[in-house]
């Protein structure tokens, strides 16, 4: 098709600018929509096929028919072609679609009319992206150090009324600035941020005194030299800034000029300082300026946007009634984008606090969100959004949901556009994979992830894949891998002072280091977070679970019991069913080893009975495996066997099935069945190499097949890998293990084996 322009009717189709013009105003057109009403007019002479529009359009990508109709909806939007009567696009029924208008063909270099500026934001291809630098404070004055985040904030903010303009939320600056030095030139800090966040504009801005005056010098990356600008009053410096920068970026001016709400230097300054103590993640001092700002002038837009969503991150109840007042408002004056922040903010409300219908009402607010940001064309805000709504349905067990989230994140994801949106996206992607059951996609997801947080330098980012990646090293085996991720991303998160990923770090420790049996490392690791703030319940209650493993691993089964069931009851009262599904088990072990059998069949009973269990096969298999340990703890040896022979049959791949396999194929030795254990051990890899209860199940697997230096070492492997005193079945096993040697050196029979364990090895 010639790279001109198409008009037909009341319509201009721009084919080389990608713009779409109804009665002279530019459209909002995502860029499936425009691909398929090219072709349908480049093809017009005849129906075009459902069949044919997937393949030229979606070509290599397994999707849905229903993306067409979709596609065809949003065309006929942008032409003004009514769904229901389609005058332009006409369905032709089991077909597929044509276009029925009569356009005109113009050359490329002809000159249209000027178009009338949209009435909602540019897509997110036409936006110019601009990246505001925290402003450097050179006054010597510590008084004034809120100008680095919060009177950057305010100009951003002022900016960002622009809809040509598009600038990144401040925790991906934040997240993109971690890269480098705190004392590092401002080149380095430019560089990250043109790399990182695929800025072509990037502001470095000075403050500093003159005089009595203050002086705002500042540079543009694509520019050379620096500009100053003087005044009293460092607000209304920053409102002039914006407008400069406004000014240079696009020559002819077609929108108001940019200006804050307030024209009041002392609102405007406790706001700023109000907006620091945001990007310091100072919440409750962040409330505590934003009402003075609102006793001033209560009517402040932004002032109550932002003590929302200070309010929410707090979980505080009065969220509501300024969130109800914010929707009131953005409802009256059509805004979108004050719409959809403050119903990310309400949904952050309700999953930061406990109630009965918390993650319902989240969900519903996010919804609105979705549906008002993909009304708007709002990309970034929907990508944001989806990955919120993908998160709450994965700890709601909510796949289906979880799994349509992440699919449209991918739809909307631009690998290209920034690298930071680009691991955030893959990380989303890892935690789909390993809740959903798949821990070898899930690994080599997050080791690819943490290879690119790492190599750019993107430090909190780099944390949380870190505790992520400790649970598909645990299910997979990975002891060694696990505990080095483990203390790297507790280490990072100290450093970088973020108290909810050294919490999630702690618990991620605490839970390999039950495994691994040692009750050291897991007093050391919860040391580190005993003076950490909590202020999220789902916190306090994975704080709670480590001190239960800890409890378990030094043979409290009682404390066990009682602290798991206290952050079980968290996690029930906050619907978070994820975490329930996950640490129920752990709770039926406790109550087994504390010699409480009634109560830990009673407890699977309650598992059976959960939400989503019929579709849970980790946790069918959990419960199976917990009803062999009951059984073996009543002394029902065969029916043990019988379920962990089945556990290790149908488990999905996971700490579950490797536990069955350890433990059966233990069963399987004493009932002196050599072929059923080894058939057991197979495959099991790294569980065999490095957990202790492999090296344990190894050692009297190989000395019963008569291999003794193979089980005298596998017997030293346990020693050393163990911090708890050795048991005495550890004794016993070695001492057997002797004799067999001794009895066949003589050609004699091997001595009969003996239980040697009142428990099965890998539990604990």
Avoid at 329 to 342: P, Q, W
Avoid at 557 to 567: D, I, L, P, S, Y
Avoid at 662 to 688: H, V
Wanted: negative net charge.
């Amino acid at each position: 098709m010639e790279r001109g322009s198409f008009r037909f009717e009341r319509c201009e189709m721009r084919l080389a600018a990608r713009e779409v013009l109804l009665d002279g105003r530019l459209q909002q057109v995502e860029p499936r929509p425009f691909d398929l009403l090219a072709y349908l007019i480049e093809h017009r002479d005849r129906v075009v096929t459902k069949d044919e529009l997937l393949d030229k359009l979606w070509p290599n990508e397994f999707v849905s028919p229903s993306v067409i109709a979709r596609a065809v909806m949003k065309a006929r939007q942008a032409i003004g072609d009514d769904n229901k009567v389609a005058r332009l696009i006409k369905t032709v029924h089991n077909m597929g679609y044509r276009f029925i208008g009569d356009p005109t063909s113009h050359e490329a270099d002809s000159q249209p009319p000027e178009a009338t500026p949209p009435a909602k934001a540019p897509s997110r291809q036409s936006r110019v992206p601009l990246v505001l630098l925290p402003f450097e404070n050179l006054t010597g004055q510590a008084e004034l150090d809120w100008v680095e985040l919060g009177l950057m904030s305010m100009v951003a903010k002022a900016l960002s009324a622009d809809t040509r303009l598009r600038l990144p939320e401040l925790a991906s600056l934040l997240t993109t600035l971690s890269a480098v030095p705190a004392e590092a030139p401002a080149q380095e800090r430019i560089d990250a941020a043109e790399r990182l966040l695929g800025a072509r504009n990037v502001v470095h801005v000075t403050v500093s005194c003159e005089g009595a005056q203050y002086a705002l010098d500042y540079g543009l990356s694509t520019q050379t030299g620096r500009h100053r600008l003087l005044g009293p009053e460092l607000t209304q410096l920053g409102q002039r800034l914006a407008a400069e920068l406004q000014a240079v970026l696009f020559t002819v001016d077609a929108t108001a000029p940019v200006a804050y709400e307030s024209a009041a230097p002392l609102v405007n300054q406790a706001l700023a300082r109000a907006l620091q103590a945001t990007g310091e993640q100072k919440w409750r001092t962040a409330v505590n300026l934003f009402k003075v700002v609102l006793d001033i002038e209560p009517p402040n837009t932004d002032a109550q946007l932002e003590y929302l969503r200070a309010l929410a991150f707090l979980g505080d109840e009065a969220s509501f009634a300024v969130g109800e007042r914010l929707l009131a408002h953005a409802r009256a004056t059509n805004h979108y984008g004050l719409a959809i922040a403050v119903h990310v903010a309400l949904a952050t409300t309700y999953n930061n606090r406990l109630s009965q219908q918390a993650t319902r009402h989240a969900r519903k607010h996010l919804n609105e969100a979705l549906r008002l940001a993909e009304e708007a064309g709002f990309a970034r805000e929907r990508k944001s959004t989806l990955r919120t709504l993908m998160g709450i349905a994965i700890h709601e067990y909510d796949f289906v949901l979880a799994k349509q989230c992440l699919d449209e994140m991918e739809r909307l994801h631009d690998p290209d556009e920034s690298v930071v949106e680009h691991v955030r996206f893959l990380g989303s992607s890892g935690v789909a994979a390993t809740t959903m059951g798949d821990p070898q996609r899930g690994l080599q997801i997050f080791r690819t992830v943490a290879g690119l947080a790492e190599a750019h330098g993107l430090h909190d980012l780099l944390a949380m894949t870190l505790v992520n990646i400790i649970y598909p090293c645990v299910d997979l085996g990975l002891m060694e891998e696990a505990a080095r991720h483990g203390e790297k991303a507790l280490a990072t998160a100290q450093t970088l002072r973020n108290s909810r990923v050294a919490i999630a770090a702690t618990a991620g420790l605490c839970r390999l280091y039950r495994e691994r049996r040692a009750p050291q490392q897991m007093r050391r690791v919860l040391a580190q977070t005993e003076r950490l703030e909590t202020p999220v319940p789902v916190l306090r209650a994975m704080l709670l679970l480590a001190r239960g493993h800890q409890a378990a691993c030094e043979g409290a089964h009682g404390g066990a019991v009682e602290r798991m069931n206290q952050a079980l009851a968290i996690y029930r009262e906050s619907e978070a069913l994820l975490y329930v599904h996950d640490f129920m088990p752990w709770l039926v072990i406790s109550l087994v080893l504390s010699g409480r059998a009634d109560a830990a069949e009673a407890t699977c009973a309650e598992a059976r009975a959960l939400p989503h269990f019929d579709s849970d096969p980790v946790l069918h298999a959990a419960l199976r495996y917990c009803d062999a340990l009951i059984a073996h703890t009543r002394s029902q040896y065969d029916e043990a066997l019988r379920s962990m022979l089945d556990v290790a049959g149908t488990a999905p791949t996971g700490t579950w099935r490797a536990h069955a396999c350890l433990d059966g194929a233990w069963l399987a030795l004493e009932a002196g069945d050599l072929d059923t254990a080894g058939t057991l051990l197979q495959g099991l890899g790294p569980w065999l190499t490095e957990h202790p209860a492999g090296a344990l199940v190894e050692a009297r697997f190989k000395c019963a097949r008569g291999e003794f230096a193979a089980a005298r070492a596998a017997l030293q492997r346990y020693a050393a890998s163990v911090e708890s005193p050795l048991p005495d079945y550890h004794a016993e096993l070695a001492r057997h293990c002797e004799e067999a040697e001794a009895a066949a050196s003589r050609g004699q029979p091997s001595p009969t084996a003996v239980a040697l364990i009142p428990r099965l090895p890998t539990v604990l």
